[in-house]
Nanobody, 116 residues
Framework: QVQLVESGGGLVQPGGSLRLSCVAS????????MGWYRQAPGKERELVAR??????YYADSVKGRFTVSRDSAKNTAYLQMNSLKPEDTAVYYC???????????WGQGTQVTVSS
């Protein structure tokens, strides 16, 4: 079992920045990749960014603005969000995928609101 706890959400003006954190606990040795998803009201949950070892993936909508990273010593994944836009408003969820066996875990979510 893996537990994930996100933090760092809040209200920010357009053009501003936020950094989300996701602390993992439990069977962290089994984590193969971590990612960030978001879900806006009335929309489906979508992948924002993912990190596997040193490889990263970003949705087109956030490329050049968001950076995903992972500090293994702190069992923490981060999502640095710059140049935020109103359309980035959503609940952001941390996700971990484990190997041997394959399982998917989710955090509780953190609200990000971009508004003037």
């Amino acid at each position: 079992q893996v537990q994930l706890v996100e933090s760092g959400g809040g209200l920010v003006q357009p053009g501003g920045s936020l950094r989300l954190s996701c602390v993992a606990s439990g069977s962290i040795f089994s984590i193969n990749s971590m990612g960030w998803y978001r879900q806006a009201p009335g929309k489906e949950r979508e992948l924002v960014a993912r990190i596997i070892s040193d490889s990263t993936y970003y949705a087109d909508s956030v490329k050049g603005r968001f950076t995903v990273s992972r500090d293994s010593a702190k069992n923490t994944a981060y999502l640095q969000m710059n140049s935020l836009k109103p359309e980035d408003t959503a609940v952001y969820y941390c996700n971990a995928v484990t190997k041997g066996p394959l399982n998917i875990y989710w955090g509780q979510g953190t609200q990000v609101t971009v508004s003037s």
